[in-house]
């Protein structure tokens, strides 16, 4: 056991401690978990992914990985683009999160060119330049060592592939800021005990969102996990924000 501690959304907790208790949360609001998305971003969360599929660059062929995949939205999408040629590979840490992706996957007849790992993201278990692109859309902030998450991202990536992290962010102007945080705190874990009978879940989701780089800092570390051409571009006004980064 080590003495090192990381951040928990406010608490403090051993580093050893926190992929265990992110999962309780993933475990709990598995089933709801798109209702949940629908709570902390007042349902645009579809545009955030469809702004980030657009600017993946995804083409027929290309072997993706989606990891933090969840129920699967960005999978389903990147399936029909990569069409009987390419391989899209769903990854999640949480086997709670992973079986209603496959469910939902199976539901939707997505089968043949769709693969599950139950998979970190700090310690991909893929060959050295395995994918054309890689997404993270609403994961990393749940990963307690980013850096690290980003140097196996980049390792497994192909030369020129492309990495895409899609988070909450930090809002440009402070009266949004303001609004938003009234939001998380006061409404969003009411809204959590409301639809879903966890307050606490939704209260661990806005404070791991507070706890997050903001644009400028995560872009710095992109830079410095060897990522070349890395940008970041705003939505609903920093609100969310996509980053890309592509591997030399």
């Known amino acids: 056991m080590s003495d090192k501690t990381t951040h928990f959304g406010y608490k403090t907790v051993k580093v050893e401690e926190k992929a265990g208790k992110v999962a309780e949360v993933f475990h709990s609001v598995a089933g709801k978990y798109d209702l949940m998305n629908d709570l ?27 990891i933090a995949g969840g129920t699967g939205d960005l999978t389903a999408k990147f399936s029909r683009i990569v069409g009987p040629e390419g391989t899209v590979v769903l990854a999640d840490i949480n086997d709670s999160m992973l079986r209603v992706g496959r469910d939902r996957l199976t539901d939707l007849g997505i089968v043949n060119n769709v693969k599950f790992s139950q998979a970190d993201a700090q310690y991909l278990p ?22 690290l998450a980003l140097r196996s991202m980049l390792r497994v990536l192909k030369p020129g592939g492309r990495l895409l992290v899609l ?4 809002p440009a102007n402070p009266l949004l800021s303001k609004i938003y945080d009234t939001y998380s705190f006061s409404i969003l874990p009411k809204l959590g005990k409301l639809f879903a009978s966890d307050a606490d879940s939704y ?5 791991s969102i507070r706890m997050h780089p903001d644009q ?19 939505m609903t006004g920093g609100v969310v924000a996509l980053h890309r980064g592509v591997k030399p």
């Open 216 to 234: 400028e800092t995560l872009q710095g570390m992109m830079d410095n996990a060897g990522f070349a051409n890395t940008d970041f571009h705003n």
């Open 203 to 207: 209260q661990y989701l806005a404070e």
């Open 167 to 170: 988070e909450f962010s930090s």
């Open 40 to 66: 902390m971003s007042g349902g645009v969360h579809r545009l955030w992914k469809r702004m980030t599929i657009e600017m993946s660059g995804v083409r027929r062929g290309d072997t993706v990985l989606d």
């Open 126 to 147: 893929f060959p050295d330049n395995s994918f054309d692109v890689i997404t993270i859309a609403f994961g990393l902030r749940n990963v307690t060592d980013k850096d």
